[in-house]
């Protein structure tokens, strides 16, 4: 769906459009929907009085009056809202107003005792915009739906920042939607120079040059496929003297087979994912180049595409690291972590102070935590509660998981430094996030995010494919370590 929104000053009563949407909070009408039923002569609790509609959260109720239609949505108890439950609101919203055929309508900011202005603004802003979203690149016949929105007496600013934070989920979530064929590293390089338009510095690199610079191990994932890779860094510079340059680094494979190793059928059929790392990262960029928070940032991506064929990377191959350590292959499909760690080497040796990594690494992730929470590992108390904090304010689910030393020894190879696999399916999530803390010693945080960067089924707040997980978490980050 085309969705316009813009905050407004009026009231409901007053924006001259087909529906107005009011709430129902525990079952009375909201201040605005007291303003209306004043507007309507008392029409309005008259009805309501009679059906004996009581709101559950995120009931709705259209009511044809003679000027224009109603839509009531039930809030529950004003104490018992959330950031979260307004998100679904508004993308249910979205959906309800659409699919009633309206094309334009005013919306109160349901404001209550336990959320601010800024803060209802902005929830309901994200979860209208991201409830609209959909891929309809590849559909022949179909024309997206237009809407006009109004949000009565919102916040303009808090309007305005969620806008640009909501549109850069649905700019991650339109790179992973992308089909593999489409979307291959150059494309993903492609796509990431077109930010430049927004003042950042963007800056890729082709075989060639990764190769003089020494990333092995990236370069051994790589080339197997006929689609060759590149290394994408893109920078923000903020205006004035910056406090902490941060790094992000996300996981960028375009198609994981599994290689060698391969996959099954099914297994692979949601693996054109396996760049929502990169995705989610390249859109926290876009939103920060946008927002231009006083920190510095830099995000790295080394994009590749897992495959089979005459010169594919092997099991028993031995590929050194841009750190300089070697690492024997044992499983062509843990190729994540040594696409990351060459990445991550890179990132600490151009001198990031801290660096967040985002990647679809495990399945022993998904395993442990399923699809609504990603796994957090850090070898940083600090930064590890920044990032809790941050996703907690952003409704992006994560939880600690550790980085148990005691394992550590289980990534030693007998023929080289290190080994990418541990032997075993235990612990597979730890064992992952214990060899990208090989490649260095800045605080550094992983998150898995194997589970939520996907989904097979619509969702609260969009339809089934990539959710844009993380961008709204690392937005968050960013706005945080300023002050
Ligand atoms: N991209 C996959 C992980 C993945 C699995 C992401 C399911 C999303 C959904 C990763 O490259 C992988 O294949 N990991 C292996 C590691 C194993 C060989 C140690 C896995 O999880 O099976
Ligand atoms: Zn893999
Ligand atoms: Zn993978």
């Given at each position: 769906m085309e969705l316009r929104l813009r905050s407004a000053r009026r009231s409901v009563v007053e924006i001259p459009a087909p529906v107005r949407i009011v709430g129902i909070w525990g079952g009375e009408l909201s201040d605005e929907g007291q303003r209306l039923d004043e507007h309507l002569k008392g029409k309005l609790s008259a009805i309501l009085k009679n059906l004996r509609?009581?709101?559950?959260?995120?009931e709705t109720l259209l009511l044809p009056m003679e000027e224009f239609h109603v839509l009531l949505v039930g809030l529950g108890k004003r104490r018992g809202i959330s950031l979260e439950a307004l998100r679904r609101v508004g993308a249910k919203l979205v959906g309800e107003v659409a699919r009633l055929g309206f094309r334009e309508a005013a919306c109160e900011t349901?404001?209550?005792?336990?959320?601010?202005k800024k803060e209802a603004s902005a929830a309901l802003t994200e979860g209208m915009v991201l409830g609209s979203y959909e891929f309809l690149k590849y559909k022949s016949r179909s024309e997206a739906k237009r809407l006009r929105l109004w949000l009565s007496r919102a916040s303009s600013s808090a309007v305005e920042r969620a806008l640009i934070v909501a549109e850069a989920v649905c700019f991650a979530r339109d790179l992973v939607n992308e089909p593999p064929n489409v979307l291959y590293p150059a494309e993903l390089a492609r796509r990431a120079e077109e930010l430049a338009q927004l003042g950042l510095e963007v800056e890729v690199w082709e075989p060639e040059r990764i190769r003089e610079v020494g990333m092995g191990l990236f370069l051994g994932v790589a080339q197997g496929s006929a689609q060759p890779p590149r290394f994408i860094q893109v920078r923000y510079r903020p205006t004035g003297k910056p406090q902490r340059v941060l790094a992000l680094i996300g996981k960028g494979l375009?198609?994981?087979?599994?290689?060698?190793?391969l996959k099954t059928s099914e297994g692979m059929s949601t693996m054109k994912s396996d760049m929502s790392g990169a995705a989610a990262v390249l859109g926290a960029m876009r939103a920060i180049a946008q927002l231009r928070p006083p920190v510095e940032v830099w995000a790295y991506i080394a994009a590749a595409e897992n495959m089979v064929s005459g010169s594919a990377y092997r099991l028993q191959d031995v590929l050194k690291s841009l750190s300089g350590k070697t690492v024997e292959v044992l499983n062509t499909d843990a190729e994540g972590r040594l696409t990351l760690a060459d990445a991550i080497t890179f990132a600490d040796r151009e001198g990031a102070q801290t660096i967040v990594e985002l990647s679809t690494l495990t399945g022993a992730c998904v395993v442990a935590l399923g699809n609504q929470v990603a796994g957090l590992f850090s070898n940083d108390a600090r930064l590890a509660r920044e990032i809790e904090e941050a996703a907690e304010r952003a409704g992006e689910k994560v939880w600690p998981l550790p980085l148990e030393e005691e394992y550590r020894e289980r990534l030693k190879s007998s023929v080289a430094d290190l080994k990418n696999v541990a032997g075993g399916r235990d612990a597979g999530a730890i064992i992952a996030a214990l060899f990208l803390s090989e490649f260095t010693e800045k605080p550094l945080a992983h998150l898995d995010i194997a589970g939520p960067a996907f989904s097979d089924k619509p969702h609260a707040l969009g339809p089934a494919g990539g959710t844009g997980y993380g961008v709204r978490l690392l937005v968050e980050l960013v706005d945080h370590l300023q002050s």
């Open positions: 509609f009581q709101g559950d959260l995120g349901f404001l209550s005792e336990k959320l601010g375009t198609f994981d087979t599994g290689g060698y190793s």
